[in-house]
């Protein structure tokens, strides 16, 4: 069954600090990983999308990776900012015949404080 | 325009009404979904639409009913719902359904059954 599990489930940071956020994923066959940032009540936004073959991307203040051989991802933020304070969702697409599956993980909440 | 929007914002429902909520966009994506999100949890993918038909239909109840009448707008008709169908119903589309096309979302009708 194609699971996408993230880590920690909350946490709390001082503005200015950074922090990394945790992604595993059991989705077969791959196609994509995306991060997204959701703000209480309203829909999710992408910050970042990568294939099998890309190990870092950055947008910003945010940059994940990608690891297809350990199946693992991370979002690192740097320099937080009270903003950024909201949920961070990862999602792991398999591609089969062109089809297109998306497992979602269940969040990490974010909190930053002045 | 890379906006997808949702009408309307809330809304309120008793258990024997009929409602529909819509969902727009104008950015030439031919494969549009609905999601239905929960407090604290991923949004749940329940329906897909490539090219106007139904594409994928995640055995959701048939008080759900999707409607695509044209490649911007993407429909959901709603009947004789229970309070735990109560939920944040996401709109988003891509450019194609398969594999590695980014997922633009709405902001979402917060949706309440009474």
């Known amino acids: 069954k194609n699971q996408v599990e993230q880590s920690p489930q909350s946490l709390i940071i001082l503005e200015g600090k950074n922090c990394t956020l945790q992604?595993?994923?059991?989705?077969?066959?791959?196609?994509?990983l995306r991060w997204y940032k959701q703000d209480t009540g309203r829909g999710p936004v992408s910050l970042t999308i990568?294939?099998?073959?890309?190990n870092t991307k950055s947008n910003g203040r945010y940059t994940a990776t990608l690891d297809a051989d350990t199946k693992q991802s991370s979002l690192h933020i740097t320099a937080s900012q009270l903003s950024d304070s909201a949920s961070y969702i990862c999602?792991?697409?398999?591609?089969?015949?062109?089809?297109?599956?998306?497992?979602f993980g269940r969040g990490t909440s974010l909190i930053v404080h002045p | 325009d890379t906006e997808v929007t949702q009408t309307p914002k809330h809304l309120v429902m008793g258990m024997t009404n009929k409602k529909s909520l819509k969902c727009e966009q104008h950015?030439?994506?031919?494969?549009m979904y609905w999601y239905k999100q929960k407090a604290k949890k991923p949004p749940e993918l329940m329906f897909v639409?490539?090219?106007?038909?139904?594409?994928i239909n995640e055995s959701v109840p048939s008080r759900f009913s999707p409607e695509c009448p044209n490649s911007s707008l993407l429909n959901l008709h709603l009947h004789a719902l229970q309070p735990e169908d109560s939920a944040l119903y996401l709109c988003a589309s891509s450019l194609r359904q398969e594999q590695s096309y980014e997922q633009y979302f709405g902001p979402g009708t917060r949706l309440t059954v009474t």
């Open positions: 999602v792991v697409s398999a591609g089969s015949g062109g089809s297109y599956i998306p497992t």
């Open positions: 950015m030439g994506h031919r494969a």
């Open positions: 992604c595993n994923y059991t989705v077969s066959p791959f196609s994509n």
């Open positions: 990568m294939t099998f073959s890309e």
């Open positions: 639409y490539s090219y106007e038909k139904l594409s």
